[in-house]
C-alpha cells in the first residue's frame, strides 16, 4: 500500500471536500478549503522569513485551531514539529528544544516573557506568540495574528519525500532523559490511513478531540485520521466531563477517543446524575488507548452508558497505534487489546528473541509501516530498540488461539517478590471489582527480605477502610500478590493525557 505525504493528504481531502468541516473550536466551524488556505498563508510566511524546508518548530500549545494550523503550515513547507507539552517546566521544555535543535517555537502568548532565556541558550531561534494580549512583544516573537493574516508573498513550493522527518515525539523519559522518537511522514500517514480504514471514518463523522494533541494518540487518531477520511474535528482546549456530554449531545458527535482515566470520570459524573447517561448516544465509536483499560471501569461504563468501549494499544515510536479491538462484527475479547491493524505485525518473543507459543508470557514486538526511523541523535538506543527489524515496545503480553492479544504489564513495571512475578494491572483489576474503589495504582518497593514488596495506591469513596481492602484482595489475590502496604489518596498523580506517574507514586512512598 503507497501512503502520501501528510500535506498531500490535506490538499486532496481539500480539493475532494471543500465545503465540509475540517473543525470546530470555540464555536468557529472551518471547512477544508478554509483551513487549507490558512496552512498555505502559514507556510508561505514561514518561507519568507527564511525557515529552510529542514528546520524544526516546537508547538508549546495545547488544543486548538492554531495547533493544527501551525503543525500543518509547518509541514507543507516541509519542516519538522516538535509537540512538547505546556505543562512542563521551563527547564524539561529547554532540554527538549536544545535537544531537538528546533529554529522556530510556538507558545501562549505568556510564555513571550521566556523567550530572552530560550534565545541565549538557541541562538537565532523564533517564537510564535498565540493568544491575545495588548503587552508589547519582545524582540524575536511574533504574533500568531501576523503568520494567519501573511499574504505578501506565495508559496514556493518545494521538493517532499514520505521518508522526511515529519514529527519528533519525546518519550516520558521514566529512566534517564527524555528521548525524541523520528516519526515520518510515512509512518504517520501509514497509521492515519490505517485507523481511518480500519473505523471507517467518513465526512459524516464528528470526532471528539479532548486528548492533547501533542500527544500521538490524538494526533494521529483523531487529527490526522480525520484529515485523511474528510472528518470534522470537535477541538477540546481541555478534558471537562460536563462539557463533553454538554458539546456532544448539541454536536451530536459520533467518535469519541479517550484514556481509561476520561471513561472513569465521565461514569463517575454520570453516576451521581443518571441523566448524563443519555448524552452521549449519538457515539457510533468510543476508542480507549494510553494505558490500560480496567475491566470494571469498562463494564462499569458500558452498563451505565449502554455504548461499547474499543480498546487498542500503541507507542509512541509505533505512531501509535499497532493494535485494535475490531469494530467489523468479529468477536470482542474483554481485556484483550485486539488484533493488529492491517498491515502491522505483532509478535510474542522471549529474552532470546525467539517467538513463544500462544498462552506464553514475553515481551510485545511490533513490525510495519508505522515504526519510527529511530532516535534523534542516539544511534545506539536506536539499534537496541529496533533489532533485527522489531521494534521492542517493552510491554509483557501474550496470544491467545485466534491471534488476540493481552497486556500483562510494563516490562520495567514488573514486582518480583520472592522469585515470583507480579504483575501490577492483575493486583489493580482486583482492586477495580471493588464497588467503592475509584482509582487504583500498583508499584513495587524494595524489601529487604522479599526483594521487592507489593503497595497499592487507592482512591476510594467515603467510608471505605483500609482493613476492608486488604480483607478484599485476601478472598482474590494469592499471597504473594497481596499488596502489604495500602495508602489512601485523594487522587493519583498523572500527567496530562491521564496515565498514572508510578515513579512519583514510588517516590512518595520511599520518603
Not at 503543525?71 to 516538535?82: Q, S
Not at 493574516?149 to 522526511?164: I, K, Y
Request: glycine share 8%; aromatic share 10%.
Amino acid at each position: 500500500m503507497e501512503f502520501r505525504h501528510l500535506d498531500e493528504n490535506l490538499r486532496n481531502t481539500a480539493a475532494r471536500f471543500p465545503d465540509q468541516i475540517a473543525y470546530q473550536y470555540a464555536s468557529i466551524q472551518t471547512t477544508y478549503e478554509q483551513l487549507d488556505r490558512q496552512v498555505e498563508r502559514i507556510a508561505a510566511y514561514l518561507q519568507a522569513k527564511g525557515a529552510p524546508a529542514d528546520e524544526g518548530i516546537a508547538l508549546i500549545l495545547p488544543n486548538s485551531d492554531a495547533f493544527v494550523t501551525l503543525y500543518h503550515g509547518a509541514l507543507r513547507l516541509g519542516m519538522y514539529c516538535v509537540p512538547l507539552n505546556p505543562l512542563y517546566t521551563p527547564q524539561e521544555l529547554l532540554y527538549m528544544l536544545v535537544d531537538s535543535g528546533v529554529k522556530w517555537i510556538a507558545a501562549p502568548r505568556q510564555f513571550a516573557a521566556l523567550a530572552p532565556m530560550v534565545q541565549a541558550q538557541l541562538a537565532g531561534v523564533q517564537m510564535i506568540a498565540v493568544g491575545d494580549g495588548e503587552d508589547a512583544l519582545p524582540p524575536g516573537v511574533v504574533s500568531y495574528t501576523e503568520l494567519a493574516a501573511f499574504t505578501e508573498r506565495p508559496l514556493v513550493p518545494t521538493q517532499h519525500s514520505v521518508e522526511d522527518t515529519a514529527v519528533i515525539l519525546y518519550t516520558s523519559g521514566t529512566t534517564g532523559k527524555p528521548k525524541g522518537a523520528m516519526l515520518s511522514h510515512r509512518n504517520l500517514s501509514s497509521n492515519a490511513t490505517l485507523i481511518g480504514d480500519f473505523f471507517n471514518y467518513s465526512p459524516e463523522d464528528r470526532i471528539v478531540a479532548v486528548l492533547p494533541m501533542f500527544h500521538v494518540f490524538c494526533l494521529s487518531v483523531c487529527l490526522n485520521a480525520a484529515i485523511f477520511r474528510g472528518a470534522e474535528l470537535m477541538i477540546f482546549p481541555r478534558f471537562s466531563p460536563m462539557e463533553v456530554f454538554r458539546e456532544v449531545a448539541t454536536s451530536r458527535a459520533t467518535v469519541f477517543v479517550g484514556v481509561p482515566t476520561m471513561y472513569n470520570f465521565l461514569m463517575q459524573a454520570a453516576r451521581q446524575d443518571p441523566a448524563h447517561s443519555e448524552e452521549l448516544r449519538s457515539l457510533r465509536l468510543c476508542l480507549s488507548g494510553g494505558a490500560a483499560l480496567p475491566v470494571a471501569l469498562l463494564e462499569g461504563f458500558e452498563k451505565l452508558f449502554q455504548l461499547e468501549i474499543l480498546e487498542g494499544y500503541g507507542l509512541s515510536e509505533a505512531s501509535p497505534v499497532t493494535s485494535f479491538v475490531p469494530a467489523d462484527g468479529r468477536a470482542r475479547k474483554v481485556g484483550s487489546i485486539g488484533v493488529p491493524i492491517t498491515g502491522v505485525e505483532q509478535k510474542i518473543f522471549d529474552e532470546a528473541d525467539r517467538e513463544l507459543p500462544p498462552g506464553e508470557v514475553g515481551e510485545l514486538v511490533v513490525r510495519g509501516p508505522n515504526v519510527m526511523k529511530g532516535y534523534w541523535q542516539r544511534p545506539d538506543d536506536t539499534a537496541l530498540a529496533l533489532r533485527g527489524g522489531w521494534l521492542r515496545t517493552g510491554d509483557l503480553a501474550r496470544t491467545d488461539e485466534d491471534g488476540y492479544f493481552y497486556i500483562v504489564d510494563r516490562k520495567k513495571d514488573m514486582i518480583i517478590v520472592g522469585g515470583f512475578n507480579v504483575y501490577p494491572r492483575e493486583v489493580e483489576e482486583a482492586l477495580f471489582s471493588h464497588p467503592d474503589i475509584v482509582e487504583a495504582a500498583v508499584v513495587g518497593i524494595p524489601d529487604d527480605q522479599y526483594g521487592e514488596a507489593v503497595v497499592a495506591c487507592v482512591v476510594a469513596r467515603e467510608g471505605l477502610e483500609v482493613s476492608m481492602i486488604y480483607a478484599f484482595c485476601e478472598q482474590r489475590l494469592a499471597k504473594y500478590k497481596r499488596p502489604v502496604r495500602i495508602e489512601l489518596m485523594p487522587e493519583l498523580p498523572k500527567n496530562q493525557t491521564g496515565k498514572v506517574l508510578r515513579r512519583e507514586l514510588r517516590e512518595r512512598l520511599s520518603v
